[in-house]
């Protein structure tokens, strides 16, 4: 039986970072880009479901009246709030996407996921607390083989 553990877990050991890195960079880059589709108007894209609107994106309607009731955070207006987080849900998920600067993107989200969770949803924290897994794994072990980050690594290594 021991045999067989040490077996299975040495097994488990071979699976590559840089497939954990590209499956947990496409899973939060996915969360916080469908939460910041939500907050715009004119530009619609969603890999999964073949969504493609190509446009100029503004804050919808709803966006503002929802940082004012529900999203309300300390030391900013609503406004200003409410364009900061359509522009970080929308960029530095294109940056973990890409591996780009991965690190200090993940630093990012991880900045926002404590600000949503101490101040808009605090009884969301299995959710954070997920979110703030692996956007740690990504800033402690780098986005992978599968990314630009790599490229440059690799080009300046030389």
Same mark, same amino acid.
């Given at each position: 039986?021991?045999?067989?553990?040490?077996?299975?877990?040495?097994?488990?050991?071979?699976?590559?970072?840089?497939?954990?890195?590209?499956?947990?960079?496409? $899973?939060?880059?996915?969360?916080?880009?469908? $939460?910041?589709?939500?907050?715009?108007?004119?530009?619609?894209?969603?890999?999964?479901?073949?969504?493609?609107?190509?446009?100029?994106?503004?804050?919808?309607? $709803?966006?503002?009246?929802?940082?004012?009731?529900?999203?309300?955070?300390?030391?900013?207006?609503?406004?200003?709030?409410?364009?900061?987080? =359509?522009?970080?849900?929308?960029?530095?998920?294109?940056?973990?996407?890409?591996?780009?600067?991965?690190?200090?993107?993940?630093?990012?989200?991880?900045?926002?996921?404590?600000?949503?969770?101490?101040?808009?949803?605090?009884? =969301?924290?299995?959710?954070?607390?997920?979110?703030?897994?692996?956007?740690?794994?990504?800033?402690?072990?780098?986005?992978?083989?599968? $990314?630009?980050?790599?490229?440059?690594?690799?080009?300046?290594?030389?």
């Amino acid at each position: 039986m021991k045999t067989l553990i040490t077996r299975a877990i040495a097994l488990l050991e071979k699976i590559p970072h840089s497939l954990i890195a590209f499956i947990a960079r496409f $899973s939060i880059a996915a969360v916080f880009w469908k $939460s910041g589709q939500t907050k715009v108007e004119g530009l619609a894209i969603d890999l999964i479901d073949g969504t493609f609107q190509p446009g100029w994106p503004r804050l919808a309607d $709803s966006t503002i009246p929802l940082f004012k009731s529900e999203y309300h955070v300390p030391l900013l207006s609503p406004e200003i709030a409410a364009h900061m987080a =359509a522009f970080a849900e929308h960029f530095f998920p294109l940056m973990i996407l890409i591996g780009f600067a991965t690190r200090f993107s993940a630093l990012a989200l991880l900045g926002m996921t404590l600000t949503i969770q101490l101040f808009v949803y605090p009884d =969301a924290y299995p959710t954070h607390g997920t979110w703030a897994a692996v956007l740690l794994y990504l800033m402690t072990t780098g986005p992978g083989k599968l $990314s630009i980050d790599h490229l440059i690594a690799r080009r300046f290594a030389k």
